[in-house]
Nanobody
Framework: QVQLVESGGGLVQAGGSLRLSCAAS????????MGWFRQAPGKEREFVAA????????PSADSVKGRFTISRDNAKNTVYLQMNSLKREDTAVYYC??????????????????WGQGTQVTVSS
């Protein structure tokens, strides 16, 4: 079992930055691939970025490429999502997830076994 707790969401003006954190607990938490997804009101949950235990990453979603960066600290069992140059369309609930698989396949929701409760990010104009 892995428990995931996100933090760092909030209200920010367009052009600003936020850093989301996801703390994972569980005996093998550091061995999982960790991903970030987001879900805006009335929309499907969409992939943002993923990272494996050795730091390998998937290409980020086109909508966030060049603005968002995923990283992890295995010693702290924590994964981060640094979000810069935020836009109104980045407003969503952001979810952390953990799963197993080759990093290239981890853009798919069904690859993940565990999910956090989500943290709200609201970007105002």
């Amino acid at each position: 079992q892995v428990q995931l707790v996100e933090s760092g969401g909030g209200l920010v003006q367009a052009g600003g930055s936020l850093r989301l954190s996801c703390a994972a607990s569980g005996r093998t938490a550091s061995s999982y691939v960790m991903g970030w997804f987001r879900q805006a009101p009335g929309k499907e949950r969409e992939f943002v970025a993923a990272i494996n235990w050795s730091g390998g990453t998937t290409p980020s979603a086109d909508s966030v490429k060049g603005r968002f960066t995923i990283s992890r600290d295995n010693a702290k069992n924590t994964v981060y999502l640094q979000m810069n140059s935020l836009k109104r369309e980045d407003t969503a609930v952001y979810y952390c997830a953990a799963g197993f698989g080759t990093i290239a396949t981890m853009t798919l929701r069904w690859r993940y076994n565990y999910w956090g409760q989500g943290t709200q990010v609201t970007v105002s104009s």
